[in-house]
């Protein structure tokens, strides 16, 4: 497998995985509408397991770099490393917004 086709791979793996985190924190924020705190909560904790294997990944290519003499930069990585900070800003938000469905609710 080539350079390029490896790091395609590899950030298709941590889009896959942060858009798992990001659908598993909407789905949270679902639950807590609903007053599901607990499912609320299962589902934020599933979320940042996903975000974990996003992270090995991620931590994958730092391991590249510093091991080479660098990875090319491509739009596919550029993307899945914003796809992974926005999916990170959602799942920090549906805990916040989990806590406050709690008080509205008076849970």
Same mark, same amino acid.
């Given at each position: 497998m @080539? !350079?390029?086709?490896? /790091? !395609? !791979?590899i950030s298709f793996s941590i889009i896959l995985h942060a858009g798992n985190a990001r659908s /598993? @924190?909407?789905e949270a924020i679902e /639950? *807590?509408?609903?007053?599901? =705190?607990?499912?609320?909560v299962q589902k #934020?904790? *599933?979320? $940042?397991?996903? =975000? $974990?294997?996003?992270? +090995?990944y991620q931590s994958e290519l730092l391991q590249k770099e510093s091991d080479d003499d660098g990875q090319d930069? $491509?739009?596919i990585l550029i993307h899945a490393q914003d796809h992974l900070? @926005? @999916?990170? #800003? #959602? +799942?920090?938000?549906?805990? #916040?917004i989990i806590e406050l469905y709690r008080e509205i609710k008076g849970e």
């Open positions: @080539s !350079q390029k086709e490896e /790091l !395609q !791979q /598993l @924190s909407m /639950l *807590a509408k609903e007053k599901k =705190f607990d499912e609320a #934020v904790e *599933a979320a $940042s397991q996903e =975000f $974990s294997e996003a992270h +090995r930069i $491509s739009v900070m @926005s @999916s990170m #800003v #959602v +799942r920090d938000m549906a805990n #916040v």
